[in-house]
């Protein structure tokens, strides 16, 4: 019930397509979600993340889409460049556990052809 | 600020052998993080704190230890080094307990016992 299943493990999108990264969670407990992005050689780094009252988040090129029912959520990378090449993780917090404790997906290496 | 610093870069032990991998933070954050990065495996929780001598075992404590004297450093210890704590180690930092707020990573250091 503590995991965060993400898929796909590898995604390689032309430059200027849509790049979608997939997340599904167990635990009904976990109210926020903060996607990472993560450059070679770099420790990763918050992108952007949602709470579960919104359905939708975006900011700029970037957009979590929001599933409670299903239990999902999503990103969406528009006009993907090649400077958004990166692994990408979804992460998953309960409320007030102590230590703040992120849980981690698989994490995604996206590769943006030119 | 220089955010979170690890100490080394890299480095290679010998089954056996022990090390310390360094971490300091200078934003005056409570929460510090211990995580290990394994290809395909996303980020697991080795240790974590919530302040100057208060830590607790993440998800894969064994084979570590660590100690909290200051607010600012959080050394991990491996003794008795194995193939299997052959990884990429991430120390991080957030401001305070039971928020929304983004966790901030280090570097890295990527280790091999060989």
């Known amino acids: 019930q503590q995991q965060v299943k993400q898929s796909p493990q590898s995604l390689i999108v032309q430059k200027g397509g849509i790049s979608i990264i997939n997340c599904a969670y167990e635990?009904?407990?976990?109210?926020?979600f903060p996607w990472y992005q993560q450059f070679p050689g770099k420790g990763p780094a918050l992108l952007i993340a949602i709470r579960p009252d919104v359905s939708e988040k975006k900011e700029g090129r970037f957009t979590i889409s929001f599933n409670k029912s299903a239990k999902q959520f999503s990103l969406h990378i528009m006009d993907s460049q090649p400077g958004d090449s990166a692994t990408y993780f979804c992460?998953?917090?309960?409320?007030?556990?102590?230590?703040?404790?992120?849980?981690f997906g698989q994490g995604t290496e996206l590769s943006v052809k030119p | 600020n220089a955010g979170v610093t690890q100490t080394p870069k890299f480095r290679i032990l010998k089954i056996g052998q022990s090390m310390t991998l360094q971490c300091t933070q200078d934003?005056?954050?409570?929460?510090m993080y211990w995580y290990r990065q394994d290809p395909g495996m996303g980020l697991k929780l080795i240790y974590y704190?919530?302040?100057?001598?208060?830590?607790d075992k993440g998800e894969v404590p064994n084979g570590y230890n660590v100690s909290r004297s200051t607010t600012e450093d959080f050394p991990l210890r491996l003794e008795l080094a194995a193939p299997s704590q052959t990884s990429v180690y991430f120390c991080?930092?957030?401001?305070?307990?039971?928020?929304?707020?983004?966790?901030?990573f280090g570097p890295g250091t990527r280790l091999t016992v060989l």
């Open positions: 992460a998953a917090l309960k409320a007030y556990n102590q230590g703040g404790k992120l849980i």
């Open positions: 934003m005056n954050h409570n929460y």
């Open positions: 635990n009904t407990a976990f109210d926020y």
């Open positions: 704190s919530v302040g100057a001598g208060i830590t």
């Open positions: 991080a930092s957030s401001p305070r307990q039971g928020s929304y707020n983004e966790q901030f």
